[in-house]
């Protein structure tokens, strides 16, 4: 049977699920949450209503984008990585939704995520350049790091770090969103505080859950290149590393904030 005219023949909102998936929604709607609490802590609290709601929807599509410019990019291998196992293990994977790559399982086509990511990416580059130009850089950047983290797969799990600093950017440009001339102590405890999170919270976990289908394409990552009890290890360092800088953030921002809500804030982290 023709798969395009039977992914032609899907109902829109089945064909609305694809991108969904592509994107990895879900995820980016939990990620959401770095952006906005990075401005929070700055500003110590909310800016105007029309900034909140542009910048929801530039991180949105931002987000949205980088997801999706991911499969896109990585699409070969991962047909490559179909044909190698039997089933996708979804149950374990951060990122998963109700279909895993829908480009590499042919129920989208090359050309549809590409036209996808390029029309996430205009509605964000124009949301980031209203808001603060030098966001626009930043979401640039942050594209073309991404897309650098995924040709570097079988080259070095050292790529990790790229996805700590895709991440990052994020948060960095919410700051810049809010407030043109913030404090550098800030944004430096700031990157690295979610850079950390990034590395033990997000990355190592999911490259873990895909550790022997990358085991079987060759792939350099922390789990399969350095074995799973060093991920571990560096899973639990990063995690201190993150709690630390969260409280480290707390002393570097320009308002006051009672002992309380520090001990609180470092009870959550342990």
């Given at each position: 049977?023709?798969?395009?005219?039977v992914k032609?023949?899907?109902p829109?909102?089945?064909?609305?699920?694809l991108?969904?998936?592509?994107?990895?929604?879900?995820?980016?709607?939990?990620?959401?949450?770095t952006?906005?609490?990075?401005?929070?802590?700055w500003l110590?609290?909310?800016?105007?209503?029309?900034?909140v709601?542009?910048g929801?929807?530039?991180?949105?599509?931002?987000y949205?984008?980088?997801?999706?410019?991911?499969?896109?990019?990585?699409?070969r291998?991962?047909?490559?990585k179909?044909?190698?196992?039997?089933?996708?293990d979804?149950?374990?994977?951060l990122?998963?939704?109700?279909?895993?790559?829908?480009?590499?399982?042919d129920?989208?086509?090359?050309?549809?995520?590409?036209?996808?990511?390029?029309?996430?990416?205009?509605?964000?580059?124009?949301?980031?350049?209203?808001?603060?130009?030098?966001?626009a850089?930043?979401?640039?950047?942050?594209?073309?790091?991404?897309?650098?983290?995924?040709?570097l797969?079988?080259?070095?799990?050292l790529?990790t770090?790229?996805?700590?600093a895709?991440?990052?950017?994020v948060?960095?440009?919410?700051?810049?969103?809010?407030?043109?001339s913030?404090?550098?102590?800030?944004?430096?405890?700031?990157?690295?505080?979610?850079?950390?999170?990034?590395?033990?919270g997000?990355?190592?976990?999911n490259d873990?859950?895909?550790?022997?289908?990358?085991?079987?394409l060759?792939?350099?990552?922390?789990?399969?290149?350095?074995?799973?009890?060093?991920?571990?290890?560096?899973?639990?360092?990063?995690?201190?590393?993150?709690?630390?800088?969260?409280?480290?953030?707390?002393?570097?921002?320009?308002?006051?904030?009672?002992?309380?809500?520090?001990?609180?804030?470092?009870?959550?982290?342990?």
């Amino acid at each position: 049977m023709n798969t395009t005219s039977v992914k032609k023949g899907l109902p829109i909102l089945s064909r609305l699920k694809l991108f969904v998936a592509l994107s990895r929604t879900p995820h980016a709607l939990l990620d959401m949450a770095t952006p906005g609490l990075s401005a929070l802590l700055w500003l110590g609290g909310f800016p105007p209503a029309e900034t909140v709601i542009l910048g929801l929807v530039t991180v949105f599509a931002g987000y949205t984008s980088v997801y999706a410019l991911n499969d896109v990019v990585d699409h070969r291998r991962d047909k490559e990585k179909l044909q190698q196992v039997r089933s996708l293990d979804t149950e374990n994977d951060l990122e998963v939704t109700s279909v895993r790559l829908p480009i590499g399982q042919d129920m989208l086509e090359f050309r549809e995520g590409l036209i996808w990511v390029i029309a996430c990416a205009i509605l964000a580059l124009g949301g980031a350049y209203v808001l603060n130009p030098l966001c626009a850089v930043i979401f640039l950047s942050a594209c073309v790091l991404e897309a650098v983290y995924c040709l570097l797969l079988r080259v070095s799990y050292l790529r990790t770090f790229l996805s700590g600093a895709v991440k990052t950017s994020v948060a960095i440009a919410a700051v810049l969103a809010v407030d043109s001339s913030p404090s550098a102590p800030f944004l430096i405890v700031l990157f690295f505080w979610v850079f950390f999170w990034e590395i033990g919270g997000q990355n190592i976990p999911n490259d873990w859950a895909d550790r022997e289908e990358d085991k079987r394409l060759g792939a350099k990552t922390i789990p399969v290149h350095l074995g799973v009890e060093k991920a571990s290890l560096w899973t639990v360092l990063s995690l201190f590393m993150a709690v630390g800088m969260s409280l480290l953030l707390l002393r570097v921002i320009d308002y006051k904030i009672d002992p309380p809500y520090v001990v609180v804030s470092m009870a959550i982290g342990c």
